[in-house]
């Protein structure tokens, strides 16, 4: 196989091996307007996965999806006094619509948090309205200074859950399985500090997850909004004593971001490597020469592997180097490769070949399909274990600032909340590194009481970040 | 089973009756910005069901998904003269973002034929390349000044196709089996007119529907762009002798539009009838009273209908009164409905009733399962069958254009092209009355040639419109 340096080695620019992999592996690329992206079939085909695993999570959870309005009155995002001040420098404003200057300009929804207050406010009216579980598969638009595709653009696609409660509640929280199950990324989870605390929210919960090159990707965070919309836009509900109380309110996302993150954790040198889960094309069936019936033998294995629900494709382009085609297919991180080649087909076997560590293995012909599947098994469990070993391996305990700072210049640095505090997190934003989350010493979320979390043992989570 | 009016009837106002089922069925609502729309859960679940169906048939067409942005520079709709003209009234502009005015300002997208110009020409460079199919899931705004929900709504959401081709080809058309198997809606397929033809197209095809008013909806369009694209973005390819060639593009879409269609198609005068293909509640078990085990029996009927592969509900609710309820899922137009009381089940029966028909039957607890899954394809063929001869009575052959202004305002008049021309079709909008579209005589599609229609059979289907 073809060994030609495709690709920047990680080792050498990171950031440059990344733009590489969605480039070559035709993830996505920019859109003409500065911050905005084209994801294109390959990348979108991840996304449709995501979106179908975490929308069944979503709905088996409770909530109904709906759909709101990508405009929103300026006046709306006043009325929540700290979630304007938040996004006013990110919003993209229409001030011209139907050849017209309008009277009131209208915002491009950056979230969607002052359009699900206002209808809650009508959809609620008794306590037997509650809980109220919503979420909605929506474009948002932030003008971003620094963009970068998948992780930072102008415009992103998500999911935003939005809840009201009768009382304070956590919020629906798939989002951990969702990250281990699928996306083999062992995400750490823990709160936000009051500086990296969403706008409006009396909490903020992250899932953080470790890039290859050691730095944090925030993946997916759940904030607790208490009652500041529920005041703002007048969510309220007659309790089973007629008596008229505000409710207490959450929201929660993900978006197109996970599809950098997946990127970023799990690539090599050779490309992407998307576990099975999310993958949309599972497993690849390569066929070398068309000889001797091996074209035939190659239709069968990819019909066969359908049938039994693995997402296959038969790639027999042979006009095409069969080097090359292994090599595109590794780019693009399909999990398993099943290559079927005469010379091979006449000893009755087939090559298997695992995308996660490279490694080959002949399989009798009537055996391949059960080895994709277990396979497949295999690349999930190895990518989730390899991701785990490089987080545990990266994180260190340390015992002062400076320490913080020289670990996170390669992974998480782990320090006593009460020995960094405030003024150490002024420190460490001069190195660009952010607190990335509170946890307790045992890697668990902690309470939070007042807006603040609480216990002996906090500990803050260090790191740069993407 | 209460018979309060609830709904306006639909002989004594038809558009009054379509804004109540709107509001009972609890489908959707206006938006805060003048146009737009709050899609809700039970609206939503619908599109759902849609978006599934369409899918599926869009990918086994060979298209695959991405996704483009929302914004679109100015100067990209400049580049194809008519498109620009046609859309220029309906845009809305973004002119200040991230706290400045744009220098220049960006259109958000009312469909997305220049930016897939653009990654087209980047993508397609050898005639290996083509064909190039490709489809989008997305929100686009046209700001309308007369907005009616899912009708005509300033953002709506839908799928845009686009295609490239080496020669001059039809549009992939999956809608037709959609519009009759899924929705059972009963379209006319023809070509548009001149005047009614897309902004940049030379020609238009076009399904469209009867409403229960005799009115015509457009349900969903397909339109050959030519080389117009080709030639304003430089869509172009290497043909196998070398020589640089313009390609052939193709668009077409369908849109949230179409649930206003199934509302106004299929509703009767106590509501939605939803066809079970694209119900996302097919099924309701009706708990009347929790006695005598009816409460278990009835939780039994619900699991044993999901594990069926029926979309089936509980509703055991029973401190809301049986009639009332009843009187809701009638109302949200469930095609079936599992009546389950402590008398009839200890007689060993429930009680079956089809939305379509009304129609209650007896049917033994042990068969309950198997008769819902024949009702349900009942259902769907009786509603397919209602609409088809109201569309078969209602549509008219006429001999002179006053006929046609006479018969269209009931339902479909047919009037041979030849008689109509430009000129009568000018003197029909003077009533608000357009040619739909174009057909052959035995109603199949003409055959288009420099942008004309050909054929001395012509007719146009000549109605009122949504």
């Known amino acids: 196989m073809a060994k030609a340096p495709i690709l920047t080695p990680r080792a050498e620019d990171f950031p440059r091996w990344y733009q590489d992999v969605l480039a070559k ?26 979106q179908a695993e975490m929308d069944a999570r979503i709905k088996d959870a409770g909530a109904e ?52 207050g206002e209808v809650m406010a009508r959809w609620v009216q008794s306590y037997r309205d509650l809980p109220l579980l919503l979420n909605q598969w929506a474009n948002v638009v932030r003008w971003e200074l620094r963009p970068r595709v998948f992780l930072r653009t102008t415009e992103f696609l998500w ?19 969702f990250m281990h199950y699928v996306l083999a990324v062992p995400v750490q989870v823990g709160v936000k ?29 759940s904030h607790e909004l208490g009652q500041n919309f529920a005041v703002a836009f007048d969510i309220d509900y007659l309790d089973d004593t007629g008596t008229r109380q505000h409710c207490w309110t959450t929201s929660w996302g993900s978006s197109t971001r996970m599809v950098g993150g997946l990127v970023m954790c799990h690539g090599d040198d050779a490309g992407l490597r998307v576990p099975p889960r999310v993958a949309h094309v599972q497993a690849v069936v390569l066929l070398v020469r ?65 995308r996660d560590t490279g490694a080959k293995t ?4 009537g055996g391949a399909v059960d080895a994709v599947v277990r396979a497949l098994e295999d690349v999930q469990a190895g990518l989730l274990a390899e991701a785990t070993s490089r987080r545990d391996e990266r994180t260190v305990r340390v015992g002062s600032v400076e320490e913080a700072i020289e670990v996170a210049q390669t992974g998480f640095a ?49 790191a740069r970040s993407y």
């Open 362 to 365: 002949d399989v009798p012909i």
């Open 159 to 177: 999911q935003e859950g939005h809840t009201a409660h009768a009382t304070r509640d956590d919020a629906v929280a798939c989002y951990l399985d």
């Open 65 to 116: 999806n709906v759909y709101l309005p990508l405009f929103i009155p300026e006046s709306y995002l006043r009325r929540e006094a700290e979630h304007v001040e938040g996004f006013s420098p990110e919003l993209a404003v229409v001030t011209v619509a139907g050849g017209k200057t309008l009277e009131e300009p209208v915002v491009v929804r950056p979230t969607s948090e002052t359009v699900f």
């Open 290 to 354: 068309d000889e001797d019936g091996a074209g035939a033998a190659a239709a069968a294995l990819d019909a066969d592997l359908r049938a039994v629900g693995v997402r296959s494709r038969l790639d027999a382009h042979t006009s095409t180097s069969f080097g090359r085609r292994a090599t595109d297919w590794e780019l693009k991180g399909v999990p398993v490769r099943l290559e079927v080649g005469p010379r091979d087909l006449a000893e009755g076997r087939v090559t298997l070949v695992r």
């Open 25 to 50: 592996a035709e993830l996505a690329e920019n859109g003409p307007v500065r911050g905005t992206m084209v994801i294109k079939p390959y990348g979108y085909g991840i996304w449709e996965r995501m």
């Open 414 to 462: 782990r320090i006593p909340w009460s020995m960094l505090g405030d003024d150490g997190e002024d420190r460490l934003a001069t190195q660009a590194i952010t607190v990335r989350c509170l946890q307790r010493a045992d890697g668990s979320v902690p309470e939070v009481v007042d807006g603040s979390p609480v216990g002996e043992d906090l500990e803050a989570l260090v």
């Open 193 to 221: 500090t009051r500086r990296e605390r969403f706008a409006g929210a009396i909490n903020t919960m992250t899932c953080e997850g470790m890039m290859g090159d050691g730095k944090a990707l925030q993946m997916a965070t």
